[in-house]
């Protein structure tokens, strides 16, 4: 199975910025898309940013578009989240996750959060006022 490591996420001030990262291994590190999913304390898990990972082609979430920018480095079997002018509505655990299973069309596997298979630990990201 693939194992996914995350990293980067801390306190900061509101309009910071944080780059978060994904950490891959496994044998089956050939998932057609990966992405960045949150959790706020008593709300569900949301999907963030998608990525193809064939292609490059990304999804956003409207509520980060424009301020998140998801990238990958499969040479280092790597996975970012480029997280800039931060508000206190992003503070949540943040989870990347692999080995998609649903319908590989447009967003909807940003809709889909539960059709992932492999999912990190998580890393905090939390935002002050």
């Known amino acids: 199975q693939v194992q996914l490591v995350e990293s980067g996420g801390t306190s900061v001030q509101a309009g910071g910025s944080l780059r978060l990262s994904c950490t891959a291994s496994?044998?089956?590190?050939?998932?057609?898309?990966m992405g960045w999913f949150r959790q706020a304390p008593g709300k569900e898990r949301e999907g963030v940013a998608i990525?193809?990972?064939?292609?490059?082609?990304?999804y956003y979430s409207d509520s980060v578009k424009g301020r998140f920018t998801i990238s990958q480095d499969n040479a280092k079997n790597m996975l970012y989240l480029q997280m800039n002018s931060l508000k206190p509505e992003d503070t949540a655990m943040y989870y990347c996750?692999?080995?998609?299973?649903?319908?590989?069309?447009?967003?909807?596997?940003?809709?889909?959060?539960?059709?992932?298979?492999?999912w990190g630990q998580g890393t905090q990201v939390t935002v002050s006022s």
């Open positions: 996750a692999a080995g998609y299973e649903g319908p590989l069309f447009g967003r909807i596997p940003l809709e889909r959060v539960y059709a992932y298979k492999y």
């Open positions: 496994g044998y089956t590190y050939s998932s057609d898309c």
């Open positions: 990525i193809y990972t064939v292609n490059g082609v990304t």
